[in-house]
């Protein structure tokens, strides 16, 4: 079971970047997928979440209607495109497989993680 994560990058400040996680080695349309981020000198922390058919979705107070989270399970795909872009959304942003039912913003909710993409805002 592999989540790679991909599509991270330098942005001015009010920009777009679109984020993207492949899986590949389980059966993608049966899980919850979420994404997390971990800024330099902080704990990781929930960013948004997707269910296993992508009807509904779930997001962090700080990125709502900056940040939409969406999947393709047709391309075992799921993405996080950002917009309106703030310095303080530098970090490293990791996808992650939603194992157990419960709190979405739980890391110890998911059990498979992507290895990490940065994402620079510049001021």
């Known amino acids: 079971v592999q989540l790679q994560a991909f599509g991270g990058g330098l942005v001015q400040a009010g920009g777009s970047l679109r984020l993207s996680c492949a899986a590949s080695g389980h059966t993608f349309g049966r899980y919850h997928m979420g994404w997390f981020r971990q800024a330099p000198g902080k704990e990781r922390e929930f960013v948004a979440a997707v269910n296993w058919i992508g009807s509904e979705t779930y997001y962090a107070d700080s990125v709502k209607g900056r940040i939409t989270i969406s999947r393709d399970n047709a391309k075992n795909t799921v993405s996080l495109q950002m917009n309106s872009l703030k310095p303080e959304d530098t970090a490293v942003y990791f996808c992650?497989?939603?194992?157990?039912?419960?709190?979405?913003?739980?890391?110890?909710?998911?059990?498979?993680w992507g290895q990490g993409t940065l994402v620079t805002v510049s001021s």
């Open positions: 992650a497989r939603k194992k157990y039912y419960g709190d979405n913003t739980a890391e110890t909710h998911y059990d498979v």
